[in-house]
C-alpha cells in the first residue's frame, strides 16, 4: 500500500515533524506519524494537519507498520543514530532522509537525501519512489542490505574484535611518578 512513515520523539523539534507534514500537504498518498506528541519534560509538538498522527505505538505494532510501508522519511534536523530509520530499513522500506551528515555517512546510497527544510523536495523524492516501483524496490533492498551491517551478529562480531585487540596491545610499564 502507498503511504508514508515517520516514528519517533516527534514533540522533538529536532525529528521536523513541521517538514513532514507539509510534505504530506502536497501528495495524495497517507503521512502516517508514530510517536509521542508530548514529552516527558512537557515540550509539545502541534499535532499535524495533513499527516495523521498514530501516537505511541509499541514495537509490534510499530513493526506491522513498517512492514507494511515503502517509504519511510525522516526529515530530521539531527540525528546522532537514528534508530526508527534503522528499524525502517530492516523492514525493507525505501529511505527519504534529511540531507545530515549522520545519515550521509550510515545510509549513503541506500537512501535519497533532501535538505531537511525542504518540504517540496521532501514531497518530490517520496513520490519519486512510490510511483517508480523498479526504483522503489531498488532503494527498499539496498536498505535493507545496509542493515543488515547494524544487526546483533555485527554488533558481537565488531564487540569482539575491539576486545581481541585491547587484549592483545602491549601495555608498557607504568613510570614511576615519585
Not at 534508530?83 to 550521509?104: F, M, N, Y
Request: aromatic residues 6%; negative net charge.
Amino acid at each position: 500500500q502507498r503511504q508514508v512513515v515517520l516514528a519517533g520523539r516527534l514533540w522533538d523539534r529536532a525529528k521536523n515533524l513541521a517538514t513532514f507534514d507539509a510534505a504530506a500537504s502536497r501528495l495524495d498518498v497517507p503521512f502516517r506519524a508514530a510517536g509521542p506528541l508530548v514529552g516527558p519534560m512537557g515540550d509539545t509538538a502541534a499535532a499535524p494537519r495533513h499527516a495523521v498522527a498514530l501516537g505511541p505505538l509499541d514495537p509490534a505494532s510499530l513493526a506491522a507498520l513498517l512492514a507494511t510501508t515503502p517509504v519511510y522519511a525522516s526529515p530530521a534536523l539531527y540525528e546522532p543514530f537514528g534508530l526508527a530509520v534503522l528499524e525502517a530499513a530492516q523492514a525493507g522500506c525505501a529511505l527519504v532522509l534529511s540531507d545530515i551528515p549522520t545519515h550521509r555517512e550510515m545510509w549513503g546510497e541506500a537512501a535519497v537525501f533532501v535538505s531537511p527544510d525542504d518540504a517540496d523536495g521532501v514531497a518530490a523524492a517520496i513520490a519519486g519512489l512510490l510511483f517508480d516501483p523498479q526504483r522503489l524496490d531498488a532503494h527498499g533492498a539496498a536498505a535493507a542490505g545496509m542493515a543488515a551491517r547494524y544487526g546483533l551478529a555485527a554488533m558481537v562480531a565488531g564487540t569482539r574484535a575491539v576486545w581481541r585487540e585491547a587484549l592483545s596491545a602491549k601495555v608498557a610499564p607504568a613510570e614511576d611518578a615519585a
